[in-house]
């Protein structure tokens, strides 16, 4: 049953990412490669659609991968089932939510979660870092082609336009398409 | 339902799918926004209510976006309210990749499609590092962090650990450590 999977799966990621955002991509990655959902490549390539539509992550890339699973109700369920935790703890806890934010053992598993939350998405750079650099795995054959440099070069620029000059995710993402379109059409790539 | 409440209703319903529409990459970039349609437009929630909506979010699980609209539809007409400005921030995103995800795949087979998220996954990369610095500056700074930081980090990479296991063992760290530490009259933080 395809639509309560879907349900499920995003029900858990709704469920146990703290932090919003980023901090789901580690689990969304390890969900998406258990059910042949999704390649990491086009994972990566939905981060850059998320950053450049309206809207929370987490409801974009569920509604996108449900889509492509199960149609339109197969998005409908797997973006139900991120959406519905969060609804549902809130609701929960609207009426007692001083008692809540002080307790001593909410605090304590925050101390882990967001410390944990870290070293996740440390993880995804590696695994993504690795699908992007060396794609055919890691031989140094890599280091001879010219879309390895490319790719290395985009990366160091836009990481320091983020960094250092404050950039915005979407411009990030439209400075980087058309350095590819370029380089494409040139034959650099 | 009387009409005062479903006018409400409305209201939120509208208000929120605004807030849907016109932010960007979702998270903390949604919260001035969220403050000025709901604070200072509709006067729902005060500024230091908003404080505290940020403050549960980080510490329950899924998108900002969902918290701070069940929370906020909560407060002003109860369980119905909080389901419709839910629905009011999910749904332009989910139209929205709905409808991008039935063309996705067919574009990308187009030349100038692939070089331009040949650029794009290179510009992902950086994104996501940058997450990884944020996330590092919100996070505790002391040694225990850094060991849970760093063994969440190495279990991904190097033994491909299961992702849920991680985060729950890393709750259930932060939890103990806040009751050792308090035992030793100290505050974990």
Redesign the interface.
Known sequence: MIYLILFLEFFKIGAFTFGGGYAMIPFIQETVAKHNWMSTAELVDFIAVSESTPGAFAVNISTYVGSQVGGFFGAVCATTGVVMPAFLIIILIAKIYDKFKNSKTVKGAMFGLKSVVVGLIASTVVSIGLEIFFANGFTTSVFATSSFWFSLVVFAIMLFLLLYKKFSPVLIVVLSATLGIVAGYTGII | MKKSKLKLCLQLLLSFMKI????????YA?IPIIENETSKKRKWVSGEDLL?IV?????????????AA??IG??VVG?IG??MA?LG??L???V???L???F??EF?SY??V????????????????????S??K???KNI???I??????AL??LFST???V??????????????IA?KRGKE??
Do not use: Q, W
């Open positions: 849907g529409v016109v932010t960007f990459g979702g998270g949604m505290d403050a549960i979010s980080e510490s329950t699980p899924g998108p900002i976006a969902i918290c069940s929370f909560y407060r369980v909080a389901f839910t921030v999910v332009p995103s989910f929205i990749i709905f991008i995800s039935m996705l795949r990308s030349d100038i692939k070089y331009a998220f040949v650029g794009i996954r290179a510009g992902v990369l950086a994104l996501i590092i940058k997450a990884v610095i996330m590092f919100k996070a505790p225990l962090a850094y849970i930081m760093a063994v969440a980090f991904v990479v299961n992702v849920l991680i985060i729950l063992s890393s709750a259930v760290v932060g939890i103990v450590a806040s009751y308090r974990l933080k």
